[in-house]
């Protein structure tokens, strides 16, 4: 639990009111519950109604509660050192599915993979949603990222959206020039960042690198000259005064109402900006457009990477509701789902051709084709080599991280931020170093080679094949 106590401490102070999971029985009336927690704002009411299905059929009470991402992870950190932990949750913390694993996080379901449709038994991986041959969870969505760029009809036309960080920027200024700082060009969640770690290592793959690891070196490259550009672009935004200034101590949730308050002109974010309009700026949803990620060169074919689609839910190691936590996540599969899950426009489903057969906004089409364009599975060490969670737990969290550096840079207490990256690369490369050396003092099998993969090549798709 090296790892999470970590975290835990950080948060301690944090003023938090949560639920008592772990299925437990209401002492009045001896009736079990199935404590549920989730992030998916736009999907709450899709999930509410099939929880109100389970209920009948079930005949016990699902008790359900819907956070941001950032809180739901520092609640799900307390409920876990308490021993509350909900029955049935969302992933959202920075960790692996494997340490969680490890660290006595999730209960097996109790179904077996021959039980499930054949798309489904395809869709599941060792260390990811199975270990030790038992299924902890099942994917969902299909991989999908946060770089997509957001505007409205009316206030950018088609032809002047940007593609690049030059085009960007420099329209981002004449936005916030034209309107006397009325509405700035971005808004940015510079609070959340852990979020904002995705999204720039989505712009830094847009712009034509692997990420955060160099996947035939397996060297860790936060200092490449691709994350310097997207640096650039961020803190450039700042310097010219074109990004909102509250943007500082914003998480996603108020950056987005704030665009579409229309503070801002433009806004980095997902697939499920479009659901979250739709339920909750309805007065906005008929002008509202997407294209795709700004990069730095809009003339070079870009490819996005993600691991394959992982679990969504897991059930709770302390819950004594597994086999019926297991009937409703069953529920979560199928095309009447899917389907209903591209019509929530969240997260794109599973299987996304059945994206054309749902009522769906113009965007979440569009988007939903730019992902099978430009996105592909990329090589994961886990799945090559288990052990490679344990070297993930072992290592320390190594601060400032990139986002916490641009969060340094937009508070004014970092100057040199090319230099924090530099620094942090090496903190990182010598974390991992001491981790995989104690762990193989232990008897562990891993090595800096699981982090190397000599047939990846940038702009294809890393199958299970190719392990």
Not at 411 to 425: H, P, Q
Request: aromatic fraction near 12%; include cysteine; hydrophobic fraction near 40%.
């Amino acid at each position: 639990m090296k790892k999470l106590l970590v975290l835990l401490i950080a948060i301690v102070c944090a003023s938090m009111l949560f639920a008592s999971g772990g299925g437990e029985t209401n002492q009045e009336s001896s009736v079990k519950t199935i404590e549920w927690w989730d992030h998916f704002m736009p999907l709450a009411e899709m999930h509410q109604k099939i929880f109100s299905e389970c209920e009948e059929e079930l005949g016990i009470p699902i008790v359900y509660t819907q956070y941001d991402p950032a809180k739901q992870t520092e609640s799900l950190l307390l409920a876990f050192r308490t021993g509350s932990t909900p029955d049935v949750f969302s992933k959202t913390m920075p960790v692996s599915e494997a340490a969680l694993y490890e660290e006595g996080w999730f209960s097996p379901m109790s179904v077996e993979r021959s039980d499930l449709p054949q798309y489904m038994q395809d869709a599941l991986f060792e260390g990811y949603t199975m270990f030790d041959g038992k299924i902890y969870s099942l994917p969902l969505m299909s991989i999908n990222h946060n770089a997509l760029l957001w505007y409205r009809d009316g206030e950018i036309a088609e032809s002047d959206v940007p593609k690049t960080f030059e085009e960007a920027r420099k329209l981002a200024k004449q936005i916030t020039e034209s309107s006397g700082k009325k509405q700035y060009g971005f808004i940015v969640p510079i609070a959340f960042t852990q979020r904002m770690n995705d999204t720039m290592e989505d712009l830094v793959m847009a712009s034509g690198s692997d990420g955060w690891i160099n996947w035939t070196t397996g060297e860790y490259q936060y200092d490449s000259d691709e994350m310097f550009e997207v640096f650039e672009f961020f803190t450039g935004l700042y310097d010219d005064g074109s990004v909102h200034p509250a943007s500082v101590n914003l998480d996603m949730r108020a950056a987005r109402e704030r665009w579409a308050a229309g503070e801002a002109a433009m806004l980095l974010d997902g697939s499920w900006n479009i659901g979250v309009i739709k339920s909750s700026f309805p007065e906005i949803y008929d002008s509202v457009e997407v294209s795709g990620p700004i990069t730095a060169d809009a003339d070079k074919d870009y490819m996005i990477y993600k691991t394959p689609p992982k679990g969504v839910f897991f059930i709770s190691k302390t819950s004594d509701a597994v086999d019926e936590a297991t009937k409703v996540l069953l529920k979560f599969m199928g095309e009447d789902y899917y389907i209903a899950l591209a019509e929530n426009m969240d997260q794109p489903p599973l299987d996304l051709s059945v994206v054309d057969k749902a009522n769906v906004h113009h965007t979440y089409k569009e988007l939903c084709d730019l992902f099978q364009e430009t996105m592909g599975y990329r090589p994961d060490p886990i799945l090559a080599n288990i052990n490679v969670a344990k070297v993930q737990m072992e290592m320390k969290d190594i601060h400032p991280n990139p986002a916490e550096i641009l969060q340094g840079y937009y508070a004014g207490a970092v100057k040199d931020w090319k230099s924090e990256l530099i620094k942090y690369n090496s903190a990182i490369t010598a974390e991992r170093e001491r981790a995989i050396e104690k762990l193989q003092a232990e008897g562990v099998d891993v090595s800096i080679e699981d982090w190397i993969f000599p047939n990846y090549k940038y702009g294809e798709t890393f199958t299970t094949d190719k392990y």
